[in-house]
């Protein structure tokens, strides 16, 4: 009889706050996920090129997994105090008929049991097929193909989630269940009220708010403008300013509830009673919603960046497979080049190419010093014309330690822009255009840049003018080799300039013989193994592959997206849930308030809209802030994790930030749909006569 009383009493707590179910189902979910990490695709094929990278990764893993571990107990502890506060006359019935205070603390235990074995039943296989789903996602939005790919089940993955979901679990079951069996029956029998709240002077709540909006203000700046990055104290304080800052705003907030209290009095039925409720409900918990609004903006930040890294990870346009590199040759290019076509030919893999050409780079060797070279004195007056601003400062003082300026040679850098399907660059005899690596600047820089360079500013090169756009195409493989001023010049005047002295990359780009019914990631790894073998790449010649280049970019992009997002997911949950759990604690409290309103007449449905306005408000008020505040927030958190070039225009920004607020609303609408629901059954238990012991 026990035993069926437990399986009923436990199906009956999920089934009246499903809520709390679903949450401990996402968590683990979460947990699975997360800590699975490495036995996914892109993981496995990182290890091989970034294992010191991957490995720096896995010994990150357990520090956010310890941390979840903190904030899903303090989660799982607040719900469940909700759970066994709802019951407490239903234990003190349990010990009037004498049950013994160990079968009830033994019961409870049996309950928890059965909820959390059925949550990881739940759990588990969601969060396997979820991961499998990832997995296979990820492979195909990174070009590694989806054919290769092979089931994997985690075992470690599985028995750390059941380990920290069950610990926190048991931990939180102990210390509350301990406190209701030892109880009093005539404690738990009563209702025990919250006790009156003073109320400060009005001007009190306004200057909070007021200060409150202020310091969040102040915080979203520091963050946009790159101060918070710059240092770790400038970081902390930025987040001591926000967290301050949203405890005064929604502590002043009442304010704001009472005027619109005055605004509302003879509007509906019950319109005086829900605005009084509410009042009451920010009065008493407006440190709850602001520690919920804190975390749903963290979340949205943490799921706008995520979203963002993947997004522009993999912006830069793919053009070169290969850059070899002939350590002992610096001759100029015909022998290096020539040199390296007949090592190919002979080892038989000339055919795995469908093109070869050099990349040749120097430096000015006309005069005897190597320093002051080169001027640009009319690019530099030009920019100081500019209304000031933080890009022209940043272009001015780059642009000063350009006396010393690389060269590249016209008929190379138009092969590559042939091979990228992009207009060929046009010079005269006499003239120049500038190079600059996308990453050493940003789009409204580059096209300041391309406003003067269009009025053909003289250059102190020969008199030689600068003309045309900013090219910004990479010019090898390896990303390490980034040039932060160039000037490309016709061949012949780049074969004077560098007297003949320069370095020849010889670029690649593999053909249809390489990448037939393959994906390009594997297609590059049999070509690596195929060059490996011929013995030619030690100490005098090296190669850089597309792949090792992309492994580098894939694991930061899988890295940074993967933490951020699972931080998001958790964020998210906890905060709702927090918010739902207690306002169905705050209207249980309530209950006596709902049954006077019964016995004067109110309808159930009557009833149901009261409390759904109050649900709207007590869930909407944080999720408002939280949303207005995450636009800024996730600009902020651009300004630091992304590098300058990666967002072509700023209208991209507002998008993603724009889609996250979207996302945002429909989790928020799920969330206080359960809510609702889980009120509008306790309600209804209300519209029966209830008995008083």
């Known amino acids: 009889m026990c035993s069926d009383l437990v399986l009923r009493n436990s199906k009956r707590s999920r089934k009246e706050n499903g809520l709390f179910f679903s949450s401990l189902v996402i968590s683990i979910v979460a947990f699975y996920i997360i800590l699975s990490i490495l036995h996914q695709d892109v993981m496995v094929f990182l290890r091989k090129m970034e294992s010191d990278a991957v490995n720096k990764l896995m010994m990150v893993i357990p520090a956010f997994y310890v941390m979840t571990l903190g904030i899903l107990f303090c989660l799982i502890y607040f719900a469940c105090k909700y759970q066994l506060q709802r019951r407490r006359h239903e234990f ?51 070009g590694m193909g989806i054919v290769g790919h092979q089931f994997s089940l985690s075992l470690p993955a599985v028995g750390f989630t059941v380990l920290g979901f069950l610990g926190i679990k048991l931990a939180a079951f102990l210390m509350l269940s301990g406190t209701i069996s030892r109880q009093e029956i005539g404690a738990l029998l009563e209702d025990r009220p919250d006790g009156a709240k003073r109320v400060k002077p009005k001007w009190v709540y306004v200057f909070a708010a007021l200060s409150g909006f202020v310091l969040l203000a102040a915080a979203c700046t520091l963050a946009i403008r790159g101060k918070a990055w710059s240092r770790m104290d400038w970081m902390m304080l930025t987040l001591l300013i926000g967290f301050v800052g949203m405890l005064l ?205 269009a009025t053909r500013p003289d250059a102190e090169l020969d008199g030689a003018p600068l003309t045309g756009e900013v090219q910004t195409t990479d010019i090898v493989t390896d990303r390490s080799i980034t040039l932060s001023f160039a000037l490309i010049l016709p061949d012949d005047a780049f074969l004077y300039y560098t007297q003949g002295r320069y370095d020849t990359y010889v670029n690649g780009i593999l053909g249809k013989n390489a990448t037939d019914g393959i994906s390009l990631m594997n297609a590059i790894a049999a070509v690596n193994e195929k060059l490996n073998a011929t013995g030619l790449f030690g100490d005098g010649m090296s190669y850089e592959s597309y792949l090792q280049n992309m492994g580098r970019q894939l694991f930061y992009m899988v890295a940074a997206s993967y933490i951020t997002i699972y931080l998001a997911l958790i964020f998210l949950v906890v905060a709702n849930t927090v918010l739902g759990v207690q306002f169905l604690m705050s209207q249980r409290k309530s209950g006596r308030r709902y049954q006077t309103l019964v016995r004067l007449g109110a309808t159930y449905g009557t009833l149901c809209k009261s409390a759904r306005t109050q649900i709207n408000w007590f869930m909407g008020l944080p999720v408002t802030v939280a949303a207005v505040t995450s636009v800024f927030g996730v600009r902020g958190l651009f300004s630091g994790i992304l590098r300058s070039g990666a967002m072509e225009t700023p209208w991209q920004l507002w998008t993603i930030a724009a889609a996250m607020i979207l996302v945002l609303c429909v989790v928020e609408w799920i969330y206080m749909t359960v809510v609702k629901r889980s009120s509008d059954r306790y309600l209804l238990t209300l519209m029966q006569p209830q008995r008083e012991e």
């Open 92 to 142: 003190g019935v349990y010990l009037m008929m004498g049950m013994q205070r160990g079968k009830l603390f033994g019961m409870l235990m049996a309950e928890d049991l059965v909820s959390s074995a059925l949550a990881l039943v739940v759990g588990l296989p969601v969060a396997v097929l979820l991961s499998e789903l990832i997995s296979l996602i990820t492979a195909r939005l990174v």
């Open 249 to 453: 705003f929604f502590y002043g907030m009442r304010v704001v509830i009472r005027l619109l209290v005055g605004t509302k009095r003879s509007k509906g039925a019950l319109s005086m009673f829900n605005f009084r409720q509410i009042e009451e409900t920010v009065v008493h918990q407006s440190n709850t919603m602001a520690v919920s609004a804190l975390l749903i903006l963290a979340a949205l930040c943490c799921f706008g960046g995520g979203v963002s890294i993947a997004a522009t990870s993999g912006k830069d346009v793919h053009v070169i497979d290969y850059t070899f590199v002939d350590h002992k040759l610096y001759e100029g290019e015909n022998p290096t080049f020539a040199n390296l076509q007949a090592e190919l030919e002979n080892h038989g893999l000339s055919d795995q190419f469908s093109k070869l050409f050099p990349m040749r780079i120097g430096h000015i060797h006309t005069t005897e010093e190597y320093y002051d070279v080169f001027q640009m004195e009319s690019v530099i007056d030009a920019l100081r014309q500019l209304p000031q601003s933080e890009d022209r400062d940043v272009l001015l003082n780059n642009l000063s330690y350009t006396d010393k300026p690389y060269l590249l040679c016209q008929s190379d850098y138009n092969t590559l822009l042939e091979a990228a399907g992009k207009p060929l660059l046009q010079l005269g005899a006499q003239e120049a255009a500038v190079y600059m690596d996308d990453e050493m600047s940003t789009p409204v820089r580059f096209q300041m840049l391309n406003t003067i360079f």
